[in-house]
């Protein structure tokens, strides 16, 4: 039996786009995979609003990141932590044998831009990395105000997942000033994992010239080479490939402004259902994500048990990542999806829990 995904990645992925992985395979050295892969690669550059570099890796995104850490930080990084993920970035950083130092914030709460500037008036950073999105809380760090901050430090490389945000609200990544803007596609994107995407500045790629140990897979450098003739340094995940160019048809074909719309929509009913049961948020309203909703089992309700039996009924559900597990769950609302498919959650939930109706 098929569980219906309503955890926080992968999501649902539509049947016509899964049939798009299916398409009789081609060889990436071939001239049809330049014209696939350019394609898709300007319908992302739209999606992004980006005249720069826009680079296609066959992996997980912390491949990406990783790789970032690489071919990025220099004297020293500003991991800037509000999450499992976030944390998780930052023992990257010092597994690279980085120098860095981890700026957290209590779990739920965002990255701020005046912490942002505190950190970095110190000089101390030639680089910076935050995630946009902390799926371990479902946290949406306020973007466009730390980027403002960001353009008074322009030798600071500025580092930003947006993993789970990309696709489901404007994320201008040139007026932003972002140097790198990583993301998977298995997350809002709807596709299956296994196709990382990312952005370098020309700020970027100076930075990548002049670093020793950069490593093969993710050198930004291989990645820009290969870049002038629509290609990829080593084999790419195809299928996956092929799937993005239909996914972005698809993204295009019901408009980004309807998109961006849709994602509030859901996060705001989903929120509405939660609320109205009395449990309680699990970050403050303004920095609510909108693409999950982590809420506090308030009402103490056994989650494990709930997980188990929606998992019976067809239902993915999720209670909590990391230290938070058992003590909040999380709901995604991300990609394809729509208010009847989460309607069609929370009748399950309420089959099994009456007390939740």
Known sequence: MHKKLFIPGPVEVRPEILAAMATPMIGHRMKEYAELHGRAKNKLKALLETKGKVYFATSSA??????????????????????????????????????????????????????????????????????????????????PEIAEVMKKFPDVLFIVDTVSSMSALKIPVDELGIDSCIFGVQKAFALPPGLAIFTASEKALQRASTMEGRGYYFDFLEFDANDAKDNTPSTPCISLIY???????????????????????????????????????YPELP??????TCTRNSRGIDLAGLKKKLGDAGFAFDDGYGKIKGQTFRIAHMGDMTISDLDELFAAMIA?????A
């Open 352 to 356: 099994i829990m009456p007390e939740l």
């Open 62 to 143: 912390f491949g990406v990141m990783e790789g970032a850490i690489r071919n990025l930080v220099g004297k020293r990084c500003a991991n800037f932590c509000n999450g499992a993920f976030s944390d998780k970035w930052h023992d990257v950083t010092l597994r690279c044998g980085k120098q860095a130092d981890a700026i957290r914030f209590d779990w739920g709460q965002p990255v701020t831009p005046e912490q942002v500037e505190k950190t970095l008036s110190t000089g101390k950073y030639d680089s910076m990395t935050m995630i946009h999105n902390e799926t371990s809380t479902g946290v949406m760090s306020p973007l």
């Open 287 to 292: 920095f609510c994500s909108k693409t999950l």
């Open 243 to 281: 799937a993005l160019d239909s996914q972005l048809d698809r993204m295009f074909s019901e408009g980004l402004e309807q998109r961006w719309q849709r994602h509030q929509a859901l996060a705001d009913h989903v929120r509405g259902w939660v609320t109205a049961r009395g449990f309680e948020l």
